[in-house]
């Protein structure tokens, strides 16, 4: 049996029709550079998530810059995040000029944690002119950018708390997360990306909605920064060819706003099957006495938040012997990957940053042990129960007992 990481094909079929007469539609319109296709894809994205705004753009990464763009953060400032996480979280942050500051992760979450984002403000951080905080480096600290990693939000309320008392914004990175649910103390379930000032989509097709091609969406509270982020995503101009503003080019395809359009009624039934799947994976790996010999992902608002509490964009897992393991999938047709396996402090174009290894043990650590297995909504009992066994027959567990 072969099971790939991921197949899109049998999503693609189900709405191959209705894709291709829309696709077909914007052929003969030709109008192909915003207009009504994004908008409506907008609103359905800003209803969806329950944010005030919602601007297409090009990439979940020119997502994450435009928004620092439209914080104006630059030269001299710094913006917090983690280290385990894609690239983009962190060269966005780069790009901008600004400085990357790593707070490390939480084990089992793979979230920043919390308790380290506290401990480094109140005992690393200076205070500057103006009361401004100033980084470890002397550089004056602009926004916070947490991660909701592989579809599990990050503990929003203890992050916004910090964040309000240090007058930060904060700018979550839900490139991983579109639909999942955090359950806010504040009352009603939040949804990812709505929580903070902005919150950032990626629509790269391997997302639980994937676009056919690149494609991002930034979401904020705030109606200024709200035409901000519209006038940087088209170069800065408010009125054509008039330039109160540097930006660029960072607008969606109207191709992809269409067809994602098209897609967004099913992600919640996709998430709902990814997240039947982990089940599916709890169980048979329980059954085959490997629960102990694995780490899980944590379900950490299952009961608490609505159903969303985790939309498995991966289903990653903790193995001794990874790479071992990951041959021995291979060899019997099994697909995985690792994300990520150096993390981003250590990364060559970050050595000016001067991080060392052990300076972010648990990214560092996630980093040489994590996989992720197959997890995508058309797979079968059958083809799970078969990565279970393979899984249960890897030599290694023997080596390593
Ligand atoms: C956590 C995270 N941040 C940012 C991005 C960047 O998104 P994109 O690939 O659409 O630029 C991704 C997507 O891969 C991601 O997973």
Not at 170 to 192: F, M, N, T
Not at 243 to 249: A, C, V
Request: proline share 6%; aromatic share 8%.
């Amino acid at each position: 049996m072969r099971v790939p990481l991921l197949d899109l094909q049998l999503q693609y079929q189900s709405l191959k029709p209705a894709i291709s007469a829309e696709v077909a539609a914007i052929m003969d319109s030709q109008q192909f550079i915003l207009g009504p296709k994004v908008e409506a894809f907008e609103n359905a994205v800003r209803e969806y998530t329950g944010a005030n705004h919602a601007v297409g753009v090009s990439s979940g990464t020119d997502a994450l810059l435009v928004a620092l763009m439209a914080l104006g953060i630059g030269p001299g400032d710094a913006v917090i995040t983690s280290p385990y996480t894609f690239f983009g979280t962190a060269g966005s942050i780069a790009r901008t000029g600004a400085e990357p500051v790593f707070i490390d992760i939480e084990p089992d979450s793979f979230n920043l944690s919390v308790k380290k984002l506290a401990a480094y403000l109140s005992t690393e951080c200076k205070t500057g002119p103006g009361g401004s905080l100033l980084s470890r480096s002397g550089k004056r600290l602009r926004a916070i950018m947490p991660v909701h990693l592989f579809g599990l939000c990050c503990a929003m309320d203890e992050i916004q708390e910090i964040a309000r008392t240090h007058g930060l914004p904060v700018i979550e990175d839900a490139a991983q997360a579109l639909g999942a649910v955090y359950p806010s103390k504040a009352g009603a379930d939040s949804r990812a990306g709505a929580m903070g000032e902005f919150g950032c989509f990626s629509f790269f097709p391997s997302k639980n909605l994937g676009a056919f091609g690149d494609a991002g969406m930034v979401v904020c509270r705030d109606d200024a920064m709200a035409a901000k982020l519209r006038a940087l995503r088209n170069h800065g101009m408010e009125q054509r060819y008039y330039h109160s503003m540097i930006g660029g080019n960072f607008r969606i395809d109207a191709l992809q706003a269409a067809i994602l359009n098209i897609k967004l009624p099913s992600l919640d039934g996709w998430s709902a099957a990814r997240r039947r799947n982990a089940r599916i994976y709890r169980e048979e790996f329980a059954r085959r006495g490997l629960d102990g010999k694995l780490g899980l992902p944590v379900e950490t608002y299952a009961g608490a938040a609505d159903e969303n509490h985790h939309i498995y964009n991966q289903f990653v897992i903790r193995a001794p012997r990874r790479d071992e393991l990951i041959a021995h999938l291979a060899k019997n047709g099994v697909g995985s990957a690792i994300y990520y396996p150096v993390p981003l402090h250590l990364q060559e174009c970050f050595s000016s940053l001067g991080c060392r290894p052990g300076d972010f043990p648990e990214s560092e650590k996630a980093a040489s042990e994590t996989l992720a297995l197959p997890i995508y909504p058309e797979l079968t009992p059958e083809q799970l129960r078969y990565v279970a066994d393979v899984i249960a027959g890897f030599p290694g567990f023997l080596i390593g007992e």
